[in-house]
């Protein structure tokens, strides 16, 4: 992490630099701020991995060690993810809906709306796991060297 924070400082010193810099030859508003504005940004990112860095104790992480394993940056198993789903084509259909509501009249309010709140019921309940498939059987069926077929978990 020491890299990340001394590079992400550096980009924001360097911008904040080039914010000096441009203000002092162009006197123009609009790029100066823009630069001021990413300089911040860098520094932010910088100063919050910093922090982290100073979280860890100063000590490395497995990925950046020089003899790091792939087995030392492991984490805890993952039992579940989500399928591929359309409710968010849905959620950008009824935003669309939404902003033709702010322009051209209040009544596409109703489907903007509907649409929504639709979208967002049907993701939330996507995503949900049966907790009726046993244990040993859910597992198998998540390895990706699995011979357990989807069928032999649903009931």
């Known amino acids: 992490m020491k890299r990340e924070w001394h590079t992400t400082v550096g980009a924001g010193i360097f911008l904040g630099l080039a914010c000096a810099l441009y203000w002092f ?3 123009e508003d609009s790029g100066t701020v823009m630069l001021l504005f990413g300089a911040a940004a860098y520094l ?9 860095w100073r979280r860890r104790a100063r000590l490395p992480r497995p ?12 984490g805890e198993p993952i039992a579940f993810f989500p399928t591929a789903s359309i409710w968010p084509a849905g959620i950008g259909l009824a935003a669309t ?4 509501a702010l322009i051209w009249g ?4 109703v489907p903007a709306l509907a649409l929504l709140f639709g979208s967002i019921i049907g993701f939330a309940v996507e995503a949900e796991a049966p907790d009726d498939v046993p244990a040993d059987l859910e597992q198998a069926a998540h390895r ?3 011979t357990i077929e989807p069928k032999q978990i649903a009931h």
């Not at 060690?65 to 492991?74: I, L, N, V």
């Not at 809906?97 to 033709?100: G, L, T, Y």
């Open 44 to 52: 932010m990112l910088g100063g919050f991995i910093y922090l982290q």
């Open 144 to 146: 990706q060297d699995s």
């Open 25 to 27: 030859l162009s006197y």
């Open 97 to 100: 809906f939404i902003a033709i």
């Open 106 to 109: 209040t009544w596409y309010w």
């Open 63 to 74: 990925e950046d060690k020089e003899d790091g394993t792939y087995e030392e940056t492991a």
